[in-house]
């Protein structure tokens, strides 16, 4: 019995699946911020570079990795996946469960996927510079790794309570060149609007994307990358689910059920999109895709599907999605990530339609679940992923009381090297669980503006 399922360099997928091409009817357009029509390729070409704007915009079937892309992936691609024995045998379930293990990229996340493509875009259309929001810093850092290999300048705005809590990660940015800014900041109209209506602000993602929008479009020199939520991005994480369908093979195996935790839904778009598609064709119908969210921030299971603003400026285009109101701040005590208050139009719609489903989870039952994987598989993985562990956990349980032999499949997106004080504070007992109150997402929901 096989612990780690290898695939060979050459086997790095040749191309990203584009989910939209099986879906059956067509995403609702994103709409210009202020005439709220449909936006087009030209009111993109401000921040980002015209590859990706029709990758954006696509609904061909797959889309060719160029080689010299698939070469920077080759450090870390193809990604392990394992059989997590020693989780089987500690819960006693008769199922199998399997972990697609990225937090191999230098970076330590499946969000390096898409910061080398990106980069690699920007570069060919003669960009010097990207600018970008990020979190817990995770994007900022895949981010300034990728713009290192391609010669790119990198300004990172990131969420100011993130930025005092996780030193290393903006070190890391720096190691790699990159400079990393605390959001909201005064170098934008954004940021200075916010500061001083509250100076105190934790900040907030919506508010740090305002930041980084507005640079770029401010910058001739200068785009905007975003590291989860819009189509190109989910795109180029299909290859996480490519390889994972191709492992599962070769030990003759396919899954009843895969899970991922959802942010902006990019590493769970990743890891599911090929299997949503194999359900879409009627390849493989049973298949139960469960994306994971924090209690605190329950955007696919509380939030409404309308379209919203990506920021808090009101700068980006509107989106079809979940979301709990642009201008959503989430609770400081909440240390899990997985804070935006949107979710990926293709995702959110996908929930719509009932090919996946979502749940949500509290932060102390999901670093509970963090911690069992350590002590039995050993990787220290981040609080987001624990979302994921947690319910692959429950359904193998499931699993022990029903005699069911399910194969559960789940993406294990990052480790938590840095997110040791998120442990430290679990350990302390300092971890409140929080259920963001309906009351304020009906009133954050009241303050979307409606569209004509
Ligand atoms: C960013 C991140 C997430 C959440 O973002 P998604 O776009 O929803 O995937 C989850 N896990 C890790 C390790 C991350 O870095």
């Known amino acids: 019995m096989k612990t780690k399922i290898l695939l060979d360099e050459e086997q790095i997928p040749k191309k990203w699946y584009n989910v939209q091409a099986d879906m059956p009817s067509p995403l609702d357009p994103p709409l210009h911020p202020k005439t709220q029509k449909p936006v087009g390729p ?212 396919y899954p009843d059920v895969v899970i991922g935790c959802v942010g902006g839904g990019s590493n769970f778009a990743g890891i599911a999109f090929p299997f949503a598609g194999d359900k879409l064709t009627g390849k493989h119908k049973d298949v139960d895709i469960i994306g994971v969210e924090p209690a605190s921030c329950p955007t696919l299971t509380k939030g409404a ?34 804070r935006y208050h949107g979710d990926s139009p293709i995702v959110s719609r996908l929930v719509h339609d009932g090919v996946m489903r979502a749940v949500s989870l509290h932060q102390s039952e999901a670093f509970e679940a963090g911690q069992t994987f350590a002590r039995t598989e050993g990787i220290i993985i981040a609080p987001e992923t624990s979302h994921a562990v947690k319910v692959a956990i429950d359904e193998a349980l499931k699993c022990k009381k029903t005699g069911e032999e399910k194969t559960i499949l789940f993406n294990c997106s990052g480790h938590g090297n840095f997110d040791m004080s998120a442990y430290d504070a679990f350990h302390a007992g300092r971890l409140v669980d929080y259920e963001y109150p309906d009351e304020l997402i009906r009133e954050a929901i009241g303050r979307i503006p409606s569209i004509q």
Request: aromatic share 10%; hydrophobic share 35%.
């Open 42 to 253: 030209q009111d993109l070409a401000a921040i980002f570079p015209m590859e990706l704007i029709k990758q954006e915009v696509t609904t061909d079937r797959y889309v060719d990795i160029p080689e010299e892309v698939r070469d920077v992936l080759r450090l870390w691609r193809p990604s392990p996946l394992y059989r997590a024995h020693r989780l089987e045998k500690f819960l006693k379930t008769p199922a199998k469960i399997y972990y697609k293990w990225e937090g191999v990229s230098p970076a330590g996340s499946h969000k390096a996927n898409t910061s080398i493509p990106q980069a690699y875009y920007n570069k060919q259309a003669g960009i010097e510079r990207i600018a970008t929001e990020t979190g817990a810093g995770q994007w900022g850092s895949a981010l300034a790794f990728a713009t290192m290999l391609y010669d790119l300048e990198c300004t990172v705005y990131m969420v100011g309570s993130s930025y005092h809590q996780k030193p290393y990660r903006k070190s890391m940015m720096n190691v790699w060149g990159a400079e990393c800014i605390p959001s909201p900041s005064t170098r934008t109209n954004s940021g200075r609007a916010v500061l001083e209506k509250d100076p105190e602000t934790p900040g907030a993602l919506g508010i740090a994307i305002s930041e980084a929008v507005e640079d770029a479009a401010t910058h001739a020199n200068t785009n905007y990358a975003l590291g989860s939520v819009l189509n190109h991005v989910c795109l180029h994480q299909t290859i996480i689910g490519q390889e994972c369908r191709e492992q599962l093979a070769m030990v003759e195996d």
């Open 305 to 338: 599907f309308m379209y919203d603003y990506g920021d808090v400026a009101g700068l980006t285009p509107l989106l079809m999605m979940y979301t709990l109101g642009h201008d959503f701040v989430p609770p400081s005590i909440h240390a899990g990530g997985l």
